[in-house]
């Protein structure tokens, strides 16, 4: 019993003199950033200790849905003192460019000479530029959007948050989708501030989804409000799509993804209907396989590809309803292929279902000889051209590049074959060189 009191005693009093020589926690000052929007976002911050400052680590991120916990770490060069300033830039032009109003947070960990850790509080800012007045208006009853926008008046605004407030009300009862939280809209007052507030995107791009952070970017002026109203309806169910189905395992294709957008919009547009009439009438609709990856860059394909979404996803909800939409949804979550999602849900796979649309609509039956496939790709799908017709000032349409083609071996091995080719002919005149030589010397010798 003496011996444990004595051992507790001894325990105490070494905590004691630990704590006494264990330095105090820095002071922090200057703990900033300063956003250089679109480019770059620079991380400041001025630390003082009793003891020499070590080690200085920033720890940073924007907050969105992910698969599992996502820390970058930066490590920004300094000499070791009292006093330090440290400071890191992230370059978005190297990593990628954020969406605006992207929610971007940081934390220092400072490590003095003795050991002594400190971690910062977490502090966070919005990627957004500061060279439009903008305004914030919110919509529905429970402020499920915020809509920011800076040009225009009030009555523009609320007929586009309104419209936001209509889409996500007809997607939770048409379509089954529900908004789990809530989404900021971004509207720009033209395509080209919409461009040159994000880096690396198409000159056509209307508008964009990021379902991951919660966030909608579209440009649309006063005078495109009707498309803008049916813009805004389509950018907001990728984001509800995008919210369902998030996971690690699964991928939705694009004519799911992308009809369930354009049916959030209401009927097609007389042209667009009128194309996919043609396009049944004339037995030139694309396989549904053919939609589940990118669509085409050509115009006409790409209404198509749309129109013929719509029409697809219409006919499974409104043939077998939303619950069924949903149950299939959250099967592509759960990381079954499309195939498998579809014969689950429904009882046919993806050319059961072609076979099933076409004859609901009365197209011809599927051709079976021609099956293109186009391959998936996991990014954000843009809204590429307006439905209703409209088409903005400078924004071009979207045209293929001509990839030239090259037939033959591949170039390094042409080149080498072509240096074998090289040095042989250059032995054989070097062996035909040898004869002549030798014949001259002979002939000298008898002539001598």
Same mark, same amino acid.
């Given at each position: *019993? ?59 991120? $924007? ?28 370059? *978005? ?43 914030? *208006? ?51 007052? $033209? ?65 799911? $993804? ?23 009438? $004339? ?41 069924? *939409? ?123």
């Amino acid at each position: *019993m003496r011996k444990s009191i004595l051992a507790l005693i001894l325990s105490l009093s070494l905590l004691t003199v630990t704590s006494a020589f264990a330095s105090p926690p820095p002071d922090v000052a200057n703990n900033e950033v300063t956003l250089n929007f679109p480019e770059s976002a620079t991380f400041h911050l001025t630390v003082t200790g009793e003891t020499e400052i070590a080690s200085v680590v920033l720890e940073y991120g $924007n907050e969105q849905q992910t698969c599992g916990e996502v820390i970058a770490k930066a490590f920004p060069q300094f000499a070791p003192a009292q006093t330090v300033a440290a400071e890191w830039t992230w370059e *978005m032009r190297q990593s990628g460019s954020l969406p605006p109003g992207a929610q971007l947070w940081w934390r220092w960990r400072i490590t003095d000479a003795n050991g002594g850790e400190t971690l910062t509080e977490t502090e966070t800012a919005t990627w957004l530029d500061d060279i439009h007045p903008w305004q914030t *208006m919110s919509s529905g009853d429970t402020q499920s959007v915020q809509l920011h926008w800076y040009e225009g008046d009030q009555a523009f605004a609320a007929e586009l948050a309104q419209a936001a407030y209509d889409g996500l009300q007809f997607n939770e009862t048409q379509s089954g989708l529900k908004a789990e939280a809530p989404i900021d809209i971004y509207v720009y007052a $033209n395509t080209y501030d919409l461009q040159e507030a994000i880096l690396y995107e198409p000159s056509w791009t209307g508008g964009q989804a990021f379902p991951d952070q919660d966030i909608v970017i579209l440009g649309i002026s006063t005078s495109d409000l009707e498309w803008g109203k049916d813009a805004i309806a389509h950018e907001l169910t990728h984001v509800l799509v995008g919210h369902l189905t998030f996971s690690c395992l699964g991928d939705v294709p694009t004519w799911l $993804n992308e009809g369930l957008a354009v049916y959030s919009e209401g009927d097609l547009d007389p042209q667009s209907q009128q194309q996919l009439d043609d396009a049944i009438r $004339n037995d030139t609709l694309l396989t549904v396989r053919s939609l589940s990856g990118g669509f085409s860059e050509v115009a006409d394909k790409a209404y198509l590809s749309y129109s013929q979404s719509y029409s697809i996803t219409k006919f499974l909800i409104e043939t077998h309803g939303q619950d069924k *939409m949903t149950s299939l949804l959250l099967a592509l979550r759960d990381g079954l292929t499309i195939d498998e999602a579809l014969t689950q849900t429904y009882g046919f796979d993806v050319d059961g279902l072609e076979d099933a649309w076409r004859k609901a609509i009365g197209a011809s039956p599927r051709s079976v000889s021609a099956q293109p496939t186009a391959q998936p790709t996991p990014t954000f799908v843009p809204t590429i051209v307006p439905f209703g017709g409209t088409s903005f000032e400078g924004m071009p349409a979207a045209t293929p590049t001509p990839i030239p083609t090259r037939t033959g071996p591949p170039l390094p091995l042409t080149l080498i074959l072509l240096a074998l080719c090289c040095v042989f002919l250059l032995l054989i005149g070097v062996v035909i060189l040898g004869f002549v030589l030798r014949s001259q010397n002979h002939e000298g010798g008898n002539n001598g």
